[in-house]
């Protein structure tokens, strides 16, 4: 058997010979005829991600290469390929015509439109493999990615080229993170440089993408956002298609200097896809009877995400994969893989989503490796001093379920930490301004809510936003420039604050 190191040597010198060489092109047979996947020999220089064309016409790409045949999943149903049928080689790699107008629109993984309207107008193509870029087109991340959830800008903050995984089980808001942050970008497009952003829904119900869509339409949205759709009912070929297809509109927008967002929900069923494509072939099973090459597979998609540096335009691709677990459990096989690929993650907990806690963020369990250094030094000034009060509380909250006799010190703290973590709740569709989540974080930190009832610190905290509004435009002003937090200012946050408790019944 190959060790791993040696098949993607082969495959990454396949895919540079074939970039040199594009117009090789081969006849071969085809071998066995399974439901979605075909496999043929004769195709000696066939490549990853090129297209095929068999007699009758139907395309198809190759999936995988094997020591003496490949395996072709059908762009296309086609119940005409049989046996000893003929195939060939096409010297292009599978592509998706991306335009600008498909900012807004619907579309499956091979680019046809399912929001009933006519095709997007001809564009580039963009090829759906692809080897990510190097190291030296890069540049390290810098510029945040504001999702516009408190829990998330002040202690996992996500940066512009970053990998962040939002892992949870089924029902605990991975979803609504992504939409919210998508949401959000509406706000944050209106001051400094815009992000796109693509949705890609893989694996979902039907019914559950179109709430998705109505919903960016609804919030205004949908207009700087490319839904890309494979839905349950869809062929497994097409599921395993669609995060390639995402990622290739992603990086047209990256290569005219934009920096886009995308979403891959999830890819858990992507792996199921490509699991049950592998089976039909009858090859050999690994870990959990998924092919041994499933973390290469989402390792190369991931690394794609990619922040370039100005000689290389300064786009970037932020990407926020989804993975869902099955109680909890981040030690099977799929998640630590993706754990390991990405830079960090977002981990949604169902006891903490039960007992209220929404988003359900584990702050514990969830990192987020480079983005400290892309958050703005207003955030900062903020976020050192919650990270610490939440750490101590956590560790003392599990003290004190057994302690009777607690110091006042202890209590105090346990008293900081409620409010804490009632602050970071927020409801869905309701991303904030940086402004306000400063705002809010820096009144609990500096003890302004040690006074107020735990139950009533949401009440205190939109009616702060609302007070601020109208007599704190000033210093909201100081605070959204993004520079550290003054003495000077936090003396007008104080002001704030302290004005606005006397009129807070
Ligand atoms: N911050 C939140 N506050 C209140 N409800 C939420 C929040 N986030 C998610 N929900 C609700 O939780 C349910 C599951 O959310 P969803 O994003 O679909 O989960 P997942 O994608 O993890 O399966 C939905 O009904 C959603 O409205
Ligand atoms: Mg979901």
Redesign the pocket.
Known sequence: MMKSEEIIAKLEKKLTKFDENPKVANVGTVEKVNDEVIVASGLSKAMMGEMVVFQDGTEGTILNLDEDSVSIILLAKSSKIKEGDTVKTTGKLLTINVSDEMLGRIINPIGKPLDGKAAPKKGKDMPLEKIAAGVVERKPVDTPVKTGIKAIDALIPVGRGQRELII??????????AIDTIINQREANKGGKRMLCVYVAIGQKQSTIAQVVEKLREMDALSYTVVVSASASDAASLLYLAPYAGVAIAEYFMEKGEDVLIVY?DLTKHAWAYRQLSLVLRRPAGREAYPGDIFYLHSRLLERAVKLNEENGGGSITALP?I?TQADDLSAYIPTNVISITDGQIF?KSDLFNSGV??AVDVGNSVSRVGGSAQTGAMKSVSGRIKLELAQYRELAVFAQFGSELDAATLQQLERGKRLTEVLK???YQPLTESMEILSIWAVTNGFTDDVPVEKIQKFEKELHAYARTHGKKVLETIANGKKVTPETAEELKKLVTAFKKVFS
Not at 168 to 177: F, W
Request: no cysteine.
């Open positions: 949870g089980d089924r029902g605990l808001g991975k979803t609504a993170i929900d989804v869902e949604l929404r988003p927020q409801p869905q």
